[in-house]
């Protein structure tokens, strides 16, 4: 061995002696082949693209719903969305309902061990009366951010490229204009877009160089409001992109990770940092060039085909993870374990679903994930999951289309009837992603027979929680910088 590479080796091992950093990267309505590393040509994804040259790259990752809100209930907490009650759909700013705080985050995990937390970007996970569903009440230290999507209020008067090119579309209409939050404070309503970004990585390089000066390990979530309709960008991405809008939109997030990798390297703790990257759910197909795309993968958002659930996925950790790609299955459930493992924190005393991926992403093994389960966005106990991925196989039990997916030429991404299927159709991912082919004789029988036992041995641990989109809405709950305001409020 050389001596650089001795030098490397004792770095490595004594960066991951001290407790690990975790920055945790999270794209919204980004598709499978989006990125320029997982193989689109005209996205500019610089920074992104070196994280999967010089990391681990995920072919086979998933996420646990088709739409924002359910997905990021799972992410943080490791556990299907069923059972935290975020179904069905999504939060909206006047949601009497968020995710209850007897749910355990990673946040509320990690904070347990002395890190410092921070979240910067979007929420949607519910403010409910008097915040009390913000990130600042379920363990994050900081937030500044918008809470909830940013179409979640009018945007047809708001400027999304710069001079003062409008924003594309309407958004809702009816509730207050989108807010920009500090913590549990208005900032300013309704956001300036075209700054966003800026504040946003300017929060994050203090964040960081605030908990490193403190001699604090942290966990710096980001979830961005990049690429979900309407796409915005200010002045150092407009218009710089070929791929349009979208395009810009996807390259100033990526540069806002840029920001982040440099401030990392800047306050030295690079090496001690696990970077992981993915989205929360795949592409609007019905904005057509100004939504993502699905690469290989069937449909699109709000659909149980591959295209609404499976997503780019990278790990980043130099001198820990060697470079490469992986086959084995995992999810975004995966994250909390994973990162309690690294940080030596216990786990939540809960029905946990997901799996510890450190075997993965130290050592390139198998996944100890053999199954995925797949809900639709509005999830029921009568008809329970909607597939389910067994090793390489993927049985449908129902399908539908969603309009979300509509505007391809595959009218399975927009045939709104629900399918029942039995016998189950049948598909092997591993030589049939995009799901054309069913795999209808009797020699996949023995293969059915296994999903289908994995299907009622989940089933069996499923309790569904209650509901807590189905709480209603309040429009008095909708965070408003005037007092007893009317919406469309333009404080500044």
């Not at 924003?167 to 300036?192: H, S, W």
């Not at 030589?431 to 996949?444: F, G, K, T």
């Amino acid at each position: 061995m050389s001596v650089i590479a001795l030098f490397a080796l004792i770095t490595a091992q004594c960066a991951r002696a001290s407790a690990p950093n975790f920055v945790l990267l999270f794209a919204d309505d980004l598709g499978y082949g989006d990125l320029g590393c997982f193989g689109h040509p005209s996205s500019l994804t610089p920074n992104l693209d070196r994280l999967a040259a010089r990391g681990l790259r995920f072919t086979d990752f998933y996420v646990t719903s088709a739409v924002c809100s359910p997905s990021r209930a799972a992410l943080l907490t490791g556990r299907y969305q069923t059972r935290s009650g975020i179904y069905p759909g999504v939060l909206y700013p006047g949601s009497k309902g968020g995710l209850p705080l007897n749910e355990t985050t990673v946040a509320e995990v990690l904070k347990s061990k002395g890190y410092a937390t921070a979240i910067v970007g979007k929420w949607h996970l519910g403010l409910g009366p008097n915040g009390i569903y913000l990130p600042t009440r379920q363990g994050f230290d900081s937030y500044l951010g918008i809470p909830y999507s940013h179409d979640q209020g009018p945007c047809q008067n708001l400027t999304c490229f710069p001079p003062d090119v409008k924003c594309y579309g309407f958004c809702d209409q009816g509730v207050v204009t989108v807010p920009l939050m500090c913590n549990e404070n208005i900032k300013r309503q309704p956001a300036d877009f075209l700054q966003l970004e800026k504040a946003y990585s300017e929060f994050a390089s203090q964040f960081i160089s605030d908990a490193v000066q403190n001699n604090h390990p942290f966990f710096l979530y980001y979830p961005s409001h990049h690429t979900h309709y309407p796409q915005y960008a200010g002045a150092d991405y407009a218009g710089k992109s070929p791929r349009g809008p979208f395009g810009d939109s996807l390259m100033e997030f990526d540069g806002t990770v840029g920001k982040i990798l440099r401030t990392l390297e800047e306050t030295g703790v690079i090496n001690n940092t696990l970077i992981f990257f993915t989205g929360d759910n795949g592409p609007e197909l019905m904005r057509k060039s100004r939504g993502g795309n699905a690469g290989l993968m069937k449909c699109g958002k709000s659909t149980t085909y591959e295209g609404g659930m499976r997503e780019p996925a990278i790990a980043y950790w130099p001198g820990s993870i060697q470079p490469g790609v992986t086959r084995a299955l995992a999810s975004s459930l995966d994250i909390l374990p994973t990162f309690a493992k690294l940080a030596g924190a216990a786990l939540p005393d809960v029905q946990l679903d997901g799996f510890d991926m450190t075997n993965i992403l130290l050592n390139h093994r198998p996944s100890e994930r053999k199954t995925i389960f797949y809900y639709p966005t509005d999830p029921s106990e009568k008809h329970s999951v909607f597939a389910v991925r067994w090793k390489n196989f993927k049985a449908h039990y129902y399908t539908r289309g969603a309009s979300h997916s509509r505007s391809t030429p595959d009218s399975d991404c927009s045939s709104l009837p629900l399918l029942h299927h039995d016998p189950p159709l049948l598909y092997n991912l591993e030589s049939d992603p995009s799901e054309y082919y069913n795999l209808n004789s009797s020699e996949w029988d023995s293969v059915l027979k296994q999903i289908q036992a994995a299907k009622e041995h989940f089933e069996a641990s499923m309790v569904f929680g209650e509901s807590e989109i189905s709480k209603g809405r309040d429009s008095a709950l909708e965070p408003c910088c005037i007092p007893n305001c009317t919406p469309k409020p333009e404080c500044l």
